[in-house]
């Protein structure tokens, strides 16, 4: 078993005013691809370092499988690490870079070089196993950082940032393959990354982090669909999900949402005056015929994204960004007509920025 159980860590560096990682807890089951992913300096390089046994945390406890590697070294922990910014030996060819792991552990030559061969071919660095680090590109150097950890087969396998510095093509069919990997060698994966579409697609689940604290931890879908904050909602997706602040009034029992001139329906269960309605550019319908009870606005800039167009539209004092098919009328300045299904958008709190809900809003009351 190499699931894995973080409690409580916290670390401050001596000189960081703020600590780097603050009682972050999770788990993680054997065999999960499992992604930390937040902007830069949140703490997820420290988190991932944690793991490994090379950052010794202030507090909290490390568990993986049945054993206790709070404070265990890094090499009785059987995992690999890719670092991040690629460490690979300059002395070493590709090949013996790939392998070095094996050799350490004396594997049997006929096995080492049936894992390397499998390693580079995955990572397409074939042709290159006679060459030493420095006649590689950055991207290459990357690549066989990433072979050198896949080949050992360790029951945890730790990815900080690893596909930085290869193109988006070689991105694109490295991440499909690593995904088929992870799932055949059934190795527990954390992977760290700030790129969001990089989590969606890889990960099995996703902490999001923020300033050293894990904000919300779910499937892909789940924090795509159901941010739990705006922050997630702001930082995944591309655009980021629209938020716009919308002013209530009672009629009875019943609640008036307006937004500027505009009435949008809110809940009846959401109280206070005002909320903040979250929407995903993908879930505005617009129209540039005028549509009864729609959410008017202005065209701002339409950017060309290949299948669709990005459309950003001034609706009064706000902005929304809206996706459209490729071949929507949109011009600069055009009137738009937006809709939105009910059961589409989200509601924030106006105050925490959290995601209020009905069942959250009665279990208050
Ligand atoms: N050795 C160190 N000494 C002092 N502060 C550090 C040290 N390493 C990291 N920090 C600080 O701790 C915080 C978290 O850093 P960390 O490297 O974990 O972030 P990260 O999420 O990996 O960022 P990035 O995406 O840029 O790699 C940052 O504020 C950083 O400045
Ligand atoms: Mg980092």
């Not at 390397?116 to 071919?121: D, I, T």
Request: proline share 6%.
């Amino acid at each position: 078993m190499s699931d894995i159980e973080l409690s409580g860590i916290t670390k401050t560096y001596p000189r960081g005013a703020a600590p780097a990682v603050r009682d972050v807890s999770l788990t993680v089951a054997d065999g999960e691809f499992f992604v930390l992913l937040g902007p830069s300096g949140c703490g997820k390089t420290t988190l991932l370092r944690a793991i490994a046994g090379l950052e010794h945390p202030d507090a909290g406890t490390i568990r993986l499988g049945d054993r206790d590697v709070t404070g265990s070294a890094p090499r009785q922990r059987d995992l690999a690490m890719v670092f991040q910014g690629y460490a690979v030996f300059p002395h070493l060819t590709v090949y013996d870079n790939i392998g070095f792991g094996l050799s350490m552990r004396h594997e049997p030559k006929a096995e080492i070089d049936a894992r390397v061969r499998e390693a580079a071919g995955l990572l397409q660095l074939d042709d290159l196993l006679e060459r030493y680090p420095s006649a590689l590109s950055g991207g290459q150097r990357q690549r066989v950082a990433v072979a050198r950890a896949i080949a050992v087969r360790p029951s945890v396998l730790l990815m900080d940032e690893p596909l930085s510095n290869l193109d988006a093509l070689l991105r694109l069919t490295f991440r499909s393959d690593l995904k088929q990997l992870a799932k055949e060698l059934n190795t527990t994966i954390v992977y760290v990354t700030h790129d969001q579409v990089e989590a969606l697609s890889l990960g099995d689940r996703i902490a999001v982090m923020r300033a050293g604290e894990i904000v919300q931890c779910g499937t892909p879908m789940e924090v795509y669909d159901r941010p739990a904050t705006r922050f997630v909602g702001a930082f995944i997706g591309t655009p980021p999900m629209n938020f716009l602040p919308v002013t209530i009034s009672r009629d009875g029992g019943r609640a008036v949402g307006r937004l500027g001139e505009h009435a949008i329906r809110v809940p009846d269960w959401i109280s206070g005056d005002t909320v903040l309605a979250g929407i995903r550019a993908e879930n505005l319908a617009a129209s540039t015929t005028e549509v009864p009870d729609a959410m008017p606005g202005r065209v701002r800039v339409v950017e060309p994204l290949g299948s669709q167009l990005l459309v950003t539209v001034a609706v009064g004092s706000e902005i929304v960004k809206l996706l459209t098919p490729n071949d929507f009328p949109a011009a600069d300045d055009q009137r738009l007509w937006m809709t939105v299904a009910d059961d589409k958008v989200r509601w924030f709190s106006p105050d925490d920025e959290r995601e209020l809900t009905e069942e959250r809003a009665t279990s208050a009351v």
